[in-house]
């Protein structure tokens, strides 16, 4: 670190603060200097964050803005703070997203994947990644974002498939990998398995169709919302103790259209309640019908093919598309009788690939699964003992339900973008998983590989301990994990979050791989409503940044940030905190402008109240934002400094120090120490949250190298002045300036107008020394000989009540004012006549909302006060 400047050699501030024109290339600097990089030998305890990995297709929106805000404001302050913080980049290869970014070039030259072959196209996709694929890591330094670029990864980098591949490799030899036949999410589209994860469930407009299977008193009436499905049904269920039905249990009715034989079997998971309480039973094509299709050993025919066309079915259908079969099979039974009610519109949830929107398709398939029952045991485990800790708290209980509850993982994909199933299956039907160090066998001796792929969703589960060197035993593994903690939002707790328990723990003996979980919410508009590219009312933070500043950006999702809650976001609440930096920029200038030295020293004897209550101010705001901070409220923290700054330091004590300063020697060096001390630790404080300004500010402060490299505030010394009682003064003397303020635009002066003035009482109240900072700040002046009092307000402060008489005239234009107060007065009284008429209205008082009749009660209240205080001012006008 470089030598501190004396002040006089400290840099000067221009008058206007360009974020545009500072920020990239401080952030080159901090970069070029080493500053974010992480060091496991340097002796410092660790303290590490990795990144949620955005996609390599991704670009920076509101939900990464604030992820990243978060995390920078805990890195940055706890390397401050004298800890090794890593917080550690990397991006998903994003399998099916970026398969077709792809895929869609290819159309657009009219060719496909398989033009291509599997090799060329994998070839073309990193072809992809080198030219256009992370664009959002430009993006995270326009954020400011203080990660190690020299750690960067990549989940198809060569040490994570190396990871990869020997975690399927141990979880296949431990028995907790399988292959087997199962319904999964199915996208026809992207024509691959889909996570859940991977599945939007949004409230559709369709169809409920009942259907009467048989007639007379063997009939039984089902209801579907996917007709179509009836060609695949292989059986009915009932409940077993539903007496309706008894008599059918055990034998068989006819499939209509088919003409297949259907048994009717009874079953528990069957709602004797709902509907009919008779189910149509589709096993390879509903989850719910394949258990009761194993349960009974009902056949499991799939009448669709991969892109959703009826397959197989026997019936003059196949050939169709999934939806024109609907109608199709629909008019048909019909035609026969067999439908009985129809209800249309009827709004149900329907699942839809989250890359390309398509409804997603419940498919019996072969797909590779995890077995999750020992893993998810665990995971629910570490939380409950508390090796983890949820916060808020009382997210863990969605956390443990889904833990508690969770099926076994689909993990293969059907796609050539991604780490391949390192499984191989020889000529006479041998199975072969080999791991990294292992010899694949030949296909020259008939083996081939599963062409599939694993889920996208298996390497990023591995990311906290793979991006370390896991398998290896590396020195950042040793130093760094179990990480500190995972910042994201509360919509993936049950699926990323809970992969990287399940994963972590298994692979790293029991340890974790965080120790606390801090969960945001979502991003709304300033409505509350879901932002959307349809809905018209996304913001784009890149564009809010062109125009505000990442600070202002970062400032306000900080402000927004309260644990678990959704937050509210418009670009007006980016501009108010670019005011906000406007603000802290010219106050600062002003302290500089004055001489202020955070190294200075302060005179005791020489502290004034207002000196000793901004000291023990700035001290207790430390204290509770450390507070807040530990406990993962960025929003009280950012709001408490927001008020601290802009409400006590910039709006009270820079005017006094302004007064203070005036006075000369001693008095002026210890109000710049002061001011300089009190600068220094505010900058400090927000330094996390408004890196490029403070850095700014800071170093022109104290001719220092970085507030990067700074220590975090400390309360010692001069900073934790006593009191005093010195608190209850200002604030007696902030109500009296207030007040009298408040008078003096009553009668018409303006904000910056002096006046001649006479105040006595402020030795009874208590406030003896505060004449002067009272005049200056109240714009009083002292009364000459033959000073007559034209108006004069009391304020009861402190011990007692000041007196301040006012000597107006020739101050104000009479006639002038005269004229405005009437105006004022004139809209005070229309204001009580239609509020008294709407009261006095019965059928308003008693039909309309309760707020809403208070709303025009208070209104009525104020139109009276205002009328009494103008007519006031009024009588107090001398005559023109």
């Known amino acids: ?138 993006q995270m330094r326009r954020l400011g974002d203080g990660v190690d670029w020299s750690r960067e990864r990549f989940t198809l980098d060569e040490g994570l498939s190396e990871a990869v591949q020997t975690m399927f490799k141990r979880l296949y030899d431990d028995g907790l990998i399988y292959r087997a036949e199962r319904i999964i999410n199915w996208c026809p589209r992207c024509l691959t398995a889909l996570s859940d994860i991977e599945v939007d469930h949004q409230d559709d407009e369709g169809e409920l169709v009942s259907l009467r299977y048989e007639d007379g008193d063997d009939s039984i009436i089902v209801a579907t919302t996917r007709v179509e499905t009836m060609l695949g049904d292989t059986g009915i269920a009932v409940h077993p103790d539903d007496e309706r039905y008894s008599h059918l249990v055990g034998r068989e009715i006819e499939l209509p259209i088919v003409g297949r034989r259907l048994p009717v079997v009874a079953d528990e998971h069957v709602d004797p309640g709902f509907g009919t309480g008779a189910v149509k039973i589709t096993p390879a094509h509903d989850p719910n019908d394949f258990e009761i299709g194993r349960r009974h050993n009902l056949p499991m025919p799939s009448i669709m093919d991969e892109h959703a066309v009826i397959a197989n079915s026997g019936t003059r259908f196949d050939g169709m598309d999934r939806f024109a079969a609907r109608e199709a099979v629909r008019e048909e039974l019909r035609a026969q009788g067999r439908v009985v009610a129809e209800k249309r519109p009827y ?57 508690d509850n969770m099926h076994d993982w689909t993990i293969s994909r059907q796609l050539w973008w991604g780490h391949r199933i390192p499984v191989w299956y020889g000529p006479g039907g041998e199975v072969r998983c080999v791991g990294p160090c292992e010899q694949p066998p030949s296909e020259a001796d008939g083996w081939r590989q599963d062409p599939d792929v694993l889920d996208t969703w298996f390497s990023s589960g591995l990311w906290p301990f793979s991006t370390l060197g ?134 005791p004897a020489q502290l004034t109240d207002a000196d000793r209550w901004i000291l023990h101010r700035v001290g207790a705001v430390t204290a509770e934002v450390d507070t807040l901070l530990e406990d993962f409220q960025f929003a009280k923290a950012t709001e408490l400094l927001y008020h601290f700054t802009w409400d006590e330091l910039c709006d009270w004590y820079v005017e006094l120090a302004k007064v203070q300063i005036a006075e000369g020697e001693p008095r002026a060096a210890t109000t710049r120490a002061v001011l300089g001390n009190t600068f220094d630790v505010l900058l400090r404080l927000l330094h996390p949250i408004m890196p490029f300004l403070t850095e700014t500010l800071w170093t022109a402060l104290t001719g220092e190298e970085s507030l990067v490299l700074a220590s975090w505030p400390r309360l010692t010394g001069q900073a934790e002045a006593r009191d005093g009682g010195a608190g209850q003064r200002v604030a007696a003397l902030q109500r009296l300036v207030t007040e009298v303020r408040r008078f003096r635009a009553d009668q018409g002066l303006r904000p910056g107008q002096w006046v001649p003035a006479r105040l006595t009482g402020l030795a009874e109240a208590g406030l003896a020394a505060q004449h002067g900072p009272a005049s200056a700040l109240a714009r009083l002046g002292e009364p000459e000989d033959g000073f007559t009092a034209t108006a004069a307000v009391e304020v009861s402060v402190g011990t007692g009540t000041v007196r301040v008489e006012l000597d107006t005239s020739g101050t104000i234009d009479v006639a002038a004012e005269r004229a405005r107060l009437g105006k004022d007065l004139a809209a005070a009284e229309k204001e009580l006549v239609g509020a008294g008429a709407k009261l006095n209205n019965p059928k308003f008082t008693e039909r309309a909302p309760a707020d809403v009749v208070d709303g025009i009660r208070a209104r009525r209240s104020a139109a009276t006060s205002d009328i009494e205080r103008i007519r006031a001012a009024l009588a107090a006008l001398p005559e023109v």
């Open 470 to 603: 896991w398998p290896a035993d590396t020195a950042d593994l040793r130093h760094y994990y179990p990480t500190s903690v995972l910042v994201t939002g509360y919509d993936i707790l049950f699926f990323w979050v809970a992969r990287m328990m399940m994963l972590g723990l298994y692979a790293m003996d029991g340890q974790p791989p965080f120790e606390h979980v801090f969960l945001h919410g979502l991003i709304r508009d300033q409505f509350g409503k879901k932002m959307s590219k349809s809905r018209g009312n996304a913001i784009d933070p890149l564009a809010l940044m062109d125009s505000y500043g990442a600070d202002a950006l970062r400032f306000s999702l900080a402000r927004g940030s309260n644990p678990g809650a959704d937050m509210a976001m418009s670009e007006d609440w980016v501009a108010g905190s670019r005011n906000f930096g406007t603000k802290l920029w010219n106050a600062t200038r002003f302290a500089l402008a004055n001489g202020a030295d955070p190294n200075g020293d302060i005179d």
């Open 347 to 403: 709004t149900h949830s329907v699942g839809h690939c989250s890359r390309c929107d398509t409804v997603v398709e419940p498919r019996l398939s072969l797909q590779w699964f995890v077995q999750v029952e020992p893993l998810a045991q665990a995971a629910g485990a570490a939380v409950r003992d508390g090796r983890v800790t949820i916060h808020p708290k009382e997210l863990e209980r969605r956390y443990f339900d889904w833990v």
């Open 1 to 138: 670190m470089t030598e501190t400047l004396p002040p006089k050699q400290r840099a000067s501030l221009p008058s206007r603060w360009e974020p545009s024109e500072v920020e990239p290339r401080l952030y080159q600097q901090w970069v070029d200097a080493g500053y974010f990089t992480g060091d496991p030998a340097g002796g410092k305890p660790p303290f590490c964050i990795v990144i949620p990995p955005p996609n390599v297709t991704g670009v920076l929106h509101l939900g990464h803005a604030m992820d990243h805000t978060l995390i920078d404001i805990l890195t940055r302050r706890r390397r401050m703070q004298g800890y090794d913080a890593l917080w550690l980049p990397g991006m998903d290869h994003a399998g099916i997203a970026t398969q077709n970014v792809v895929e869609r070039q290819l159309a657009a030259e009219g060719r496909g994947r398989h033009d291509l072959g599997r090799e060329r196209f994998v070839a073309k996709v990193w072809e992809w990644k080198a030219e256009s694929g992370g664009a959002i890591l430009g």
